[in-house]
């Protein structure tokens, strides 16, 4: 008897132990198995409970473990949906995408293989492909409580297609989250594997509660090694500029927090030596994890049906470049700012020099438009002062000055803008503060073209164009503008935030495009287990 209880215990603390192991993994969809280069991919994300951070990141990355491109997701009720754009010249073969948070990505990752055809490759030639040859598959397991019903086995091409979905009461109060309901092109001859790799960790990196983290580290040059105490500048320029400054720790390393940007956007990062001959260099870490270990790869034939699907898909995707059908909308959303005001405050004079005569220099704006700025330059090196309204008399220091809100130290930049270089300028005439930084006054030039061409390169100072929070994107219609146009889309529907209910429909139209399609359902259990449902039909 007490044997027996023993065994029982122990049953019962391996099943918590795998309901627990499957759950701290990330259940990893993509919207088809197969694609061409220049197409978009869908994914979904199912994420584990109770995790820290609010970013979840999606890369794509190649058999030699390098890293294409990446994304990062916002997470929202422990899921997240995204995309990725495939660039038109990959070459023909096996791609990896992986999902994974920063702060423990050398732990867990959730790996998907992809088949990526390029449309300039012959595919008369291909007779072999690598497939992932991992040690273990995701689990990822068919259900019968989830019924697909009033599909028919054929369709004729652009024809309305309609089904329900019946699911079982008692599959209801499991489930966790949303459901990816989707109806798509599949190849049976090709079916995607999925893998979690879990690691030992040995560095943890930081959490990204609130948006995405940018981090780096300034050094200087003379001996390489990390200079402490620097201060770093980051400037998101706009109309209202964003701005944020971080003194290097003792390491030389700074952080930054993009929590209200989503899109691409262009940043800059620079660094001042905190004497005028000290020279520095500021580098940034990557925004994704390290490819990490590779899989191993096995060869496998080709099969004629395949090479088929990839040939019309290549002709698909090549029409609808020609075309100019997109199936995908990006939502226009722009989180909205709550500054009334740019970072150093309300300005005491705003100069518009378009209203006023022609002038060549900015030595001429200054003298004859900007009141209480003293702009001279003596053998070619440029001084600027600012009055204090509080004393009367010119600051004795160098104000802020700032270029579309990029803080500025040479005045040679600046020197040569005229009335046609210039849209505004903003002159604060008392002093102000911005967390412990003072600024003896400010002049801020915004510029007509927003090219940031005149900022000199240096070691000091990087310009990227970077992509924050990812917009939101959905399927759009097509959008056929003469009858004689062939509608190309492999993807028929595709909704990732499917509210669960004991009956769904699902209503869309076929495409011109002939072959296999399915409807598939997949969704997750409160323990963590992945599920899914799936019926195919034919479009002919």
Same mark, same amino acid.
Not at 89 to 107: D, M, P
Not at 529 to 536: G, M
């Given at each position: 008897?007490?044997?027996?209880?023993?065994?029982?215990?122990?049953?019962?603390?391996?099943?918590?132990?795998?309901?627990?192991?499957?759950?701290?993994?990330?259940?990893?969809?993509? @919207?088809?198995?197969?694609?061409?280069?220049?197409?978009?991919?869908?994914?979904?994300?199912?994420?584990?409970?109770?995790?820290?951070?609010?970013?979840?990141?999606?890369?794509?990355?190649?058999?030699?473990?390098?890293?294409?491109?990446?994304?990062?997701?916002?997470?929202?009720?422990?899921?997240?949906?995204?995309?990725?754009?495939?660039?038109?010249?990959?070459?023909?073969?096996?791609?990896?995408?992986?999902?994974?948070?920063?702060?423990?990505?050398?732990?867990?990752?959730?790996?998907?293989?992809?088949?990526?055809?390029?449309?300039?490759?012959?595919?008369?030639?291909?007779?072999?492909?690598?497939?992932?040859?991992?040690?273990?598959?995701?689990?990822?397991?068919?259900? @019968?409580?989830?019924?697909?019903?009033?599909?028919?086995?054929?369709?004729?091409?652009?024809?309305?297609?309609?089904?329900?979905?019946?699911?079982?009461?008692?599959?209801?109060?499991?489930?966790?989250?949303?459901?990816?309901?989707?109806?798509?092109?599949?190849?049976?001859?090709?079916?995607?594997?999925?893998?979690?790799?879990?690691?030992?960790?040995?560095?943890?990196?930081?959490?990204?509660?609130?948006?995405?983290?940018?981090?780096?580290?300034?050094?200087?040059?003379?001996?390489?090694?990390?200079?402490?105490?620097?201060?770093?500048?980051?400037?998101?320029?706009?109309?209202?500029?964003?701005?944020?400054?971080?003194?290097?720790?003792?390491?030389?390393?700074?952080?930054?927090?993009?929590?209200?940007?989503?899109?691409?956007?262009?940043?800059?990062?620079?660094?001042?030596?905190?004497?005028?001959?000290?020279?520095?260099?500021?580098?940034?870490?990557?925004?994704?994890?390290?490819?990490?270990?590779?899989?191993?790869?096995?060869?496998?034939?080709?099969?004629?049906?395949?090479?088929?699907?990839?040939?019309?898909?290549?002709?698909?995707?090549?029409?609808?470049?020609?075309?100019?059908q997109n199936n995908y909308a990006i939502s226009p959303y722009k989180e909205k700012s709550t500054e009334d005001y740019p970072y150093y405050g309300k300005a005491t004079h705003t100069i518009d020099p378009k209203l006023f005569v022609d002038l060549p220099d900015f030595a001429e704006i200054s003298r004859e438009l900007l009141p209480g700025v003293k702009y001279r330059n003596y053998n070619n090196e440029p001084t600027l002062q600012v009055i204090n309204n509080s004393t009367h008399y010119y600051f004795e220091e160098n104000p802020l000055i700032l270029l579309d809100g990029i803080p500025v130290r040479d005045l040679n930049v600046i020197k040569d803008m005229g009335t046609s270089d210039i849209e505004r300028?903003?002159?604060?005439?008392?002093?102000?503060?911005?967390?412990?930084?003072?600024?003896?006054?400010?002049?801020?030039?915004?510029?007509?073209?927003?090219?940031?061409?005149?900022?000199?390169?240096?070691?000091?100072?990087?310009?990227?164009?970077?992509?924050?929070?990812?917009?939101?994107?959905?399927?759009?219609?097509?959008?056929?503008?003469?009858?004689?146009?062939?509608?190309?889309?492999?993807?028929?529907?595709?909704?990732?935030?499917?509210?669960?209910?004991?009956?769904?429909?699902?209503?869309?139209?076929?495409?011109?495009?002939?072959?296999?399609?399915?409807?598939?359902?997949?969704?997750?259990?409160?323990?963590?287990?992945?599920?899914?449902?799936?019926?195919?039909?034919?479009?002919?």
């Open positions: 008897m007490k044997n027996s209880l023993l065994i029982f215990i122990f049953l019962i603390i391996l099943s918590m132990s795998g309901r627990t192991q499957t759950k701290s993994f990330y259940g990893l969809y993509s @919207d088809r198995d197969i694609y061409v280069s220049g197409e978009t991919l869908l994914a979904k994300i199912y994420l584990p409970d109770s995790i820290p951070s609010r970013i979840i990141c999606l890369d794509l990355v190649n058999q030699n473990g390098i890293r294409i491109n990446g994304v990062s997701l916002a997470i929202r009720d422990n899921e997240a949906e995204g995309y990725l754009q495939l660039p038109d010249s990959l070459s023909s073969g096996t791609y990896l995408i992986r999902c994974y948070q920063k702060y423990n990505a050398g732990k867990i990752k959730t790996i998907r293989e992809i088949y990526i055809s390029s449309r300039f490759d012959r595919l008369e030639k291909t007779d072999q492909l690598k497939r992932v040859a991992p040690s273990s598959v995701f689990p990822d397991k068919k259900t @019968d409580m989830i019924q697909i019903s009033e599909l028919e086995k054929s369709y004729p091409s652009l024809s309305k297609i309609e089904a329900g979905i019946r699911i079982d009461e008692s599959l209801l109060k499991e489930l966790d989250g949303s459901l990816l309901v989707s109806v798509v092109q599949a190849d049976s001859s090709y079916v995607s594997k999925c893998y979690a790799e879990q690691t030992e960790q040995t560095k943890s990196g930081m959490i990204e509660k609130k948006g995405i983290i940018i981090s780096g580290i300034v050094t200087d040059k003379k001996n390489s090694e990390p200079a402490s105490g620097i201060t770093v500048f980051l400037t998101i320029p706009d109309s209202i500029p964003g701005f944020q400054y971080f003194k290097t720790q003792k390491d030389g390393r700074f952080f930054f927090l993009l929590d209200k940007y989503f899109g691409s956007i262009q940043a800059v990062i620079q660094c001042f030596g905190n004497t005028p001959l000290q020279r520095l260099n500021v580098k940034l870490d990557e925004l994704f994890a390290e490819p990490g270990k590779i899989p191993d790869f096995r060869l496998q034939s080709i099969s004629g049906t395949l090479k088929e699907t990839l040939a019309r898909n290549i002709s698909a995707v090549t029409l609808r470049k020609v075309f100019g300028v903003d002159i604060c005439k008392n002093e102000r503060f911005y967390g412990d930084l003072r600024f003896p006054g400010v002049v801020a030039i915004y510029s007509t073209k927003k090219e940031y061409s005149r900022l000199p390169e240096s070691s000091q100072l990087i310009r990227l164009k970077l992509e924050a929070i990812q917009l939101p994107c959905k399927l759009a219609e097509p959008n056929l503008t003469e009858p004689s146009v062939p509608d190309m889309r492999q993807i028929l529907y595709w909704n990732p935030a499917t509210k669960p209910g004991s009956m769904l429909s699902v209503q869309c139209n076929a495409s011109s495009i002939i072959g296999q399609f399915k409807l598939s359902v997949k969704g997750r259990l409160k323990d963590g287990t992945l599920i899914f449902s799936e019926k195919q039909f034919e479009v002919k």
